[in-house]
């Protein structure tokens, strides 16, 4: 499980050299799931695995799971809906967050 | 040998990986003798014939951020088009030097040699030497890049060199063998942040208000403190070489009352100037300026104590601003001295033209005039040339 | 058409362009990116300029790119990726770097890429650098706020090319960047769109494992910009190709070939429709664009109308 850290300030001394970042990928610590107001629900019994979803998502926010099927990773996702939109078999389904 | 070629073969001896230049009057010989070297295989390097000064620039960040020794040569409206990208490849701590063949800026269209170019990039967080003959560029251009890559530093330098009068005209030089420059300029190591797919790095990302700051400051303390490496490098090569270089060099300001103070090309006449004076009984000397960035304060101070006044010559004019740009920094740096010697400023050379032994002569007897309270300069300086 | 990927499982897992950026919700730049990172594999250097994705991807300290990147200004990819190219070619001759093959990647948008980037762009493929430029073409400066670059269709509604009594939106047609760059004669263009992820991969790794540069241009619909649904972007990627308006094509060596067929055409309108940057379109507009579509379909060899 990620960790979630807040923006630090950094002084000039703790810097690296021409402000470059170091550690690549660490956006993953920042979470983009607070972004939506819709989530994607996947119906695993009408899920063929196809990834279509995987393949599309804009924020690498599908994941596989056992069964070669998808869910959500609800960390990053960001509500878009093409998931939904794009699954051949309408196996995705977009609910309003706050709903169940 | 032209001074122009002198920088190429400096640029040579120094094993630059990628050269990425564009031609532009009075910088065109050394793109040139760069390219012959590297078509005879002389030089193992990758020239990139870049399509403007803003996209050789850009290669050679693009090449240094990657690791390489990198060189380029440009001026006037050339460097001028660079200036966006000036403060980035400094801000990046790269080590890339560049040969300024100092050219005015237009308007009107002039290809010869004033300061008006590096003065107007004179913000943009490089190094700036100013060489004033053919044996100190080529010396500058090879010690440049042993201190620009220094780990200490890490930024790029910019070696001025008056346009014609120090790129074409030929001068006898003193020139060391690939050897004995590798022993003082060993090939560059990749830093370990480069851009490479072995350790990813991210450059140049977006800065939010509450970092810049302290980017910027990071920046100006390594600039500032280039400043002690500067001096160890002149000191090492002086040792090897014989040649020995200062930050600040003065002529027969022992015993003077008033100094001349210059920097480039120009320096040459006014020492004949100096000369002329003493003979005159006028207690008069010059001081060179070699490094105009990182500010050389502490040099500048020693060499003005218990002057009465000192004459600042620039090729250049901050317009609507101060005075000359060297004149305004000086004035400014020795605003906090104890004891003030009268500063003023001179503006001469503009868009190249011919600086004689009797312009500094004139000078030197205004600043009497205005020492003796005879006269006042409006603003404390002046165009020593014009026709009005 | 060389089939690396052929189909959907063939797709590497590991990504290279991880998740928390700050792109909008649906944008397909994202997607582009991870496509043609997963294409290429690890061993590359990427160059963005100026725009969105350099924006929405780094914003201090944090990094989306786990490969090396750099952003140095808006009009220089061209030329910044022509002196890392460089660099990579003497340090390996040289021998101070390892002998494997290391691709030079851009990922430009279309205003850095054919408009304020064209001349550095130019340069770097009249120079015949070995590189891989990828435009991610969303019709207009979007990072600024949706203003008309010249790779903004005819008609289409931006801030800068605004709809009022006088002046129906962009009134130029659409600067042909592929073919400008096919015009410098390298090894490798092609057209891409993020709604066939297969074709786009297939494209990006060709055109990197090829010598010499390499020019992409790939359709990415922006959500705001365009005015259209987030869930609706990739539909509508795949609609520009189905009606004509994008067509997708590789040009090797002088030779095009189309590399998704269209046996019969989509009317453009039900591209037009799901944007409300074309909201405002006249019947006559919508005329002309479907006639200069019709054109450029029957040269192509594209199918006729339904």
């Known amino acids: ?100 | 040998m032209e001074c122009a070629a002198a920088a190429a073969l400096a640029a040579k001896l120094a094993m630059v990986d990628v050269i990425a230049a564009y031609p532009i009057t009075p910088q065109t010989h050394i793109a040139e003798t760069l390219s012959e070297y590297v078509a005879n295989g002389e030089l193992d390097a990758e020239y990139i014939n870049a399509e403007s000064e803003h996209s050789a620039i850009s290669a050679c960040i693009g090449a240094a951020a990657t690791g390489a020794r990198v060189f380029t040569a440009t001026c006037g409206q050339g460097l001028a088009l660079m200036h966006e990208l000036l403060p980035i490849a400094a801000g990046w701590r790269l080590p890339i030097v560049m040969v300024n063949t100092n050219r005015s800026l237009s308007p009107n269209l002039n290809i010869w040699g004033d300061q008006s170019d590096s003065m107007a990039s004179r913000d943009c967080g490089w190094i700036q030497f100013f060489a004033e003959n053919a044996q100190e560029l080529f010396d500058l251009v090879i010690m440049a890049f042993r201190i620009a890559e220094d780990e200490r530093v890490q930024l790029p330098v910019m070696v001025n060199a008056k346009g014609f009068y120090c790129t074409h005209v030929i001068e006898p030089l003193t020139i060391m063998d690939q050897e004995e420059v590798e022993k003082f300029l060993p090939p560059k190591k990749i830093p370990k942040y480069a851009l490479n797919p072995d350790n990813p790095t991210t450059w140049g990302c977006v800065a939010f208000p509450d970092v810049q700051t302290e980017i910027r400051k990071q920046w100006d303390d390594a600039l500032r403190n280039s400043i002690k490496v500067i001096r160890e490098v002149f000191k090492e090569y002086g040792s090897l070489f014989g040649r020995n270089y200062d930050i600040i060099e003065t002529y027969r300001m022992e015993d003077a009352e008033v100094g001349l103070l210059l920097m480039g090309y120009a320096c040459g006449t006014c020492r004949v100037a100096v000369d002329a004076l003493r003979e005159k009984g006028e207690k008069v000397g010059m001081i060179k300026l070699r490094v105009f960035r990182p500010f050389p304060f502490d040099d500048l101070a020693a060499a003005s104590k218990n002057l009465k006044a000192i004459g600042v010559f620039d090729e250049a004019i901050s317009v609507g601003g101060v005075g000359g740009p060297l004149f305004g920094e000086v004035r400014s740096a020795l605003y906090s001295l104890e004891r003030r010697p009268k500063i003023l400023g001179f503006i001469q050379g503009i868009g190249g033209r011919d600086i004689k032994v009797d312009d500094f002569i004139r000078a030197y007897y205004e600043i009497k005039s205005v020492l003796s309270g005879e006269k006042r300069i409006e603003n404390d300086f002046m165009f020593l040339q014009v026709r009005e | 058409m060389a089939a690396y990927f052929k189909n959907l499982k063939e797709i590497p897992e590991e990504e290279y362009f991880i998740h928390g950026h700050r792109a909008c919700a649906g944008c397909t730049e994202p997607i582009a990116v991870k496509l043609v990172l997963k294409a290429i594999g690890k061993d590359c250097i990427v160059v963005s300029p100026t725009g969105c994705l350099e924006v929405f991807s780094t914003p201090y300290p944090y990094t989306s790119w786990a490969v090396p990147w750099c952003h140095v200004a808006f009009e220089n990819a061209g030329a910044v990726a022509s002196g890392i190219e460089a660099a990579l070619k003497v340090y390996k001759r040289k021998g101070k770097l390892p002998d494997k093959k290391v691709h030079v990647v851009v990922f430009a948008g279309d205003g850095g890429t054919i408009d304020i980037g064209l001349q550095s762009l130019s340069g770097a493929l009249e120079r015949g650098h070995d590189m891989l430029y990828v435009c991610l073409d969303n019709e207009a400066y979007m990072n600024t706020g949706i203003q008309r670059s010249g790779s903004t269709p005819y008609g289409a509604w931006t801030t800068t090319s605004a709809v009022g009594k006088v002046i129906p939106g962009k009134i130029q047609w659409k600067k042909d960047g592929a073919k400008i760059a096919a015009a410098h004669d390298i090894p490798y263009v092609a057209t891409a769109s993020v709604a066939y992820p297969l074709d786009l991969m297939n494209k990006a790794r060709k055109g990197a494992e090829i010598d010499g540069p390499a020019y992409i241009q790939v359709l990415c619909p922006c959500v705001p910009g365009w005015r259209i649904r987030p869930e609706h972007s990739i539909k509508v990627a795949r609609l520009a190709v189905q009606t004509g308006i994008y067509p997708l094509y590789e040009i090797e060596n002088g030779s095009l070939t189309v590399t998704v067929k269209v046996p019969q055409r989509k009317n453009v309108e039900e591209y037009l429709r799901l944007q409300g940057r074309f909201g405002h379109l006249t019947e006559d507009m919508i005329k002309k664009i479907q006639s200069r579509v019709d054109m450029e379909a029957e040269k192509l060899g594209l199918g006729p109308r339904k």
Do not use: H, Q
Request: aromatic content about 8%; some cysteine; hydrophobic content about 30%.
């Open chain 1, 1 to 100: 499980m990620n960790e979630f850290k807040r923006t630090p300030k950094p002084r000039v001394s703790e810097l690296p050299i021409a402000a470059i970042i170091p550690e690549p990928g660490n956006s993953k610590y920042y979470s983009t799931g607070d972004w939506r107001s819709v989530r994607p629900v996947i119906n695993k019994d009408k899920c063929t695995g196809c990834s279509l979803c995987w393949v599309y998502c804009p924020d690498t926010a599908v994941i596989k799971v056992e069964g070669g099927k998808y869910d959500v990773d609800l960390n990053y996702c960001k509500g878009c809906g093409i998931c939904a939109e794009e699954c051949p078999v309408k196996a995705i389904t977009m609910v309003e967050e706050g709903e169940d």
